[in-house]
C-alpha cells in the first residue's frame, strides 16, 4: 500500500500467515525490503534514468528497522544529494487482525525534484518494492519467499522496470501496463 500527504510518502508491505524467523546462525535480517523510486520531475521522469536502492532490514520483533545508507541518485539519476538515514521511518509492527506490516516513510523534503502535486494527472512517482522474508516452512526447516510489485527482465535500476505510482487523494481508475 502506498500512501502520501503533502510531508511525506508511506509504502507499506503487509504479511499474512508468515512466521518471521531469526536466522539459524542468529545473523542477518528477517526481512529485507528494498526500494526503487524515480522522483526526478515529470519530464525528466520520462527520460532514461536510473535509481538507486533504498533499503531497510529488520527482525522478527515490533519495532524501528535500520535503513541503511542511501547513495546520492536514489530518486534517480539527476539527484546529487546527502541524505540522513535517520529522517526515513522504518517499522515492523503487527495489525489488529495478526497481520504484519512492514513500512518505510520518505521525507517529500529528500524527493525534492518532484512537483509533489496531489491530483496532477503528471504527479507521478516510479516505484517498486521487493521483499524478501525468512519464514518457517511446515517441516520445520527455515526458507526465504521474496514478492515485488513488478517483475520484470530489466535492471532494478532502470527507470524502465518501474511501475506508475499517481499521487492522488482519491483512487484512479487508471491502470499503467509494461509492454516488452
Avoid at 542468529?26 to 526503487?36: K, L, R, S
Avoid at 522504518?90 to 518532484?114: C, E, F, N, V
Avoid at 513488478?150 to 499503467?176: I, M
Amino acid at each position: 500500500q502506498a500512501t502520501a500527504d503533502s510531508r511525506q510518502l508511506a509504502l507499506t508491505c503487509a504479511i499474512s500467515d508468515a512466521a518471521l524467523v531469526s536466522p539459524p546462525d542468529g545473523t542477518g535480517p528477517a526481512w529485507q525490503m528494498d526500494v526503487n523510486l524515480d522522483a526526478r520531475s515529470y519530464g525528466k521522469r520520462l527520460e532514461h534514468g536510473s535509481t538507486a536502492t533504498v533499503r531497510i532490514t529488520g527482525g522478527v520483533a515490533d519495532g524501528p528497522a535500520q535503513v541503511h545508507d542511501i547513495p546520492t541518485w536514489a530518486f534517480g539519476n539527476e539527484y546529487a544529494a546527502v541524505f540522513d538515514p535517520k529522517e526515513f521511518k522504518a517499522t515492523l509492527s503487527t495489525a489488529p487482525d495478526g497481520r504484519r506490516l512492514i513500512s518505510l516513510t520518505l521525507p517529500k523534503t529528500y524527493m525534492y525534484l518532484h512537483e509533489w502535486a496531489l491530483e496532477n494527472g503528471n504527479s507521478q512517482l516510479g516505484v517498486n518494492v521487493h521483499l524478501t522474508i525468512r519464514q518457517a516452512s511446515v517441516d520445520g526447516k527455515e526458507r526465504l519467499t521474496s514478492y515485488a510489485l513488478s517483475v520484470n527482465a530489466k535492471p532494478v535500476d532502470d527507470v524502465d522496470s518501474l511501475v506508475v505510482l499517481e499521487l492522488c487523494t482519491k483512487p484512479t481508475t487508471r491502470v499503467t501496463v509494461n509492454v516488452f
